[in-house]
């Protein structure tokens, strides 16, 4: 059952603690709000202010566990904290062995840095946690996608779409890639796990998948050089640096051009699409 009250006092209290400085947010001179304001935590966990205002005054529905784990997210909440609020909403807290869905504060905050620059975070199951404007221009919305379909490498080998926005020259190689990559984490977190139960779905679902499954590839790496195909802007060639987080199981993805290049230009481009994604989305929840 969700507690109303203390819910919305642990809302409040912890948007007042977070400063603007914490998220990315240039403050203002005129900026008399002591913390976030609830249109800024709003937009950070991309959910309407409006719904928002209302879990602060204890008024709102229930929230979903997708959206409470957003919520948690946007306010930068530790491990503990999370946990707090999930059971504040009426949600048994998440097994800590999925723990890897959460973002750790420390991780959010180098992504908050990152708001013109295509990034994001994803777990060992390829699943995309959150990403910047930046990069939904780029790779579009990673992180909308429900059941096994939010795994990349499930999507890989169920959903020819997927594959549109990288050269198919590299297409093998994307694939053989993810496919070590997720047997390592199968093994790692063993029989029953949601790791093994993806791969189990991809057997049965996918001959491409099952072939390279059975080749058995363990420790192939990406390029540091990736190549996609934009419908917008075009080719371009990108370097993608990538910070590990080995408490949570988590990796950052930093996509950056040389500049001068025509990739540079083009990612200059792609900046403009996501701001203009914010704008629309900020309308839209209003």
């Known amino acids: 059952m969700i507690e109303r009250p203390e819910l919305a006092h642990f809302l409040r209290t912890r948007r007042e603690a977070l400063q603007p400085e914490d998220v990315g947010i240039i403050r203002g001179p005129r900026r008399r709000t002591s913390g976030l304001r609830r249109e800024e935590v709003a937009d950070l966990a991309g959910m309407s202010t409006d719904y928002y205002a209302r879990l602060e005054r204890g008024r709102a529905p229930q929230p979903s566990e997708q959206m409470a784990g ?57 699943e995309t946690l959150v990403q910047t404007d930046c990069a939904r221009a780029l790779l579009g919305d990673q992180t909308a996608y429900t059941g096994l379909a939010r795994s990349l490498v499930y999507r890989w080998f169920t959903d020819p779409s997927v594959r549109s926005i990288y050269p198919e020259a590299d297409h093998d190689h994307h694939g053989r890639t993810y496919t070590a990559g997720f047997r390592a984490a199968t093994v790692d977190q063993g029989p029953g796990s949601r790791a093994a139960q993806i791969a189990e779905r991809l ?11 059975n080749d058995h590839e363990i420790g192939l790496r990406h390029t540091e050089q990736k190549r996609f195909t934009h419908a917008v802007v075009g080719e371009l060639e990108l370097h993608c640096q990538v910070l590990m987080d080995l408490d949570q199981a988590q990796t950052l993805l930093v996509f950056t051009a040389t500049p001068g290049t025509e990739s540079y230009e083009k990612l200059q481009l792609l900046q403009v699409i996501g701001g203009q994604q914010l704008s629309s989305r900020a309308s839209s929840s209003g």
């Open 70 to 126: 957003a919520i948690a997210r946007g306010l930068r909440l530790s491990l503990a904290e999370r946990d707090y609020l999930f059971r504040l909403t009426g949600h048994s807290a998440p097994q800590r062995e999925i723990r890897a869905d959460h973002v750790s504060p420390g991780l959010m905050r180098v992504l908050d840095r990152l708001h013109d620059t295509p990034a994001q975070v994803m777990n060992r199951l390829s």
């Open 203 to 213: 057997l049965q679902e996918s001959e491409e998948f099952a072939a390279v499954w």
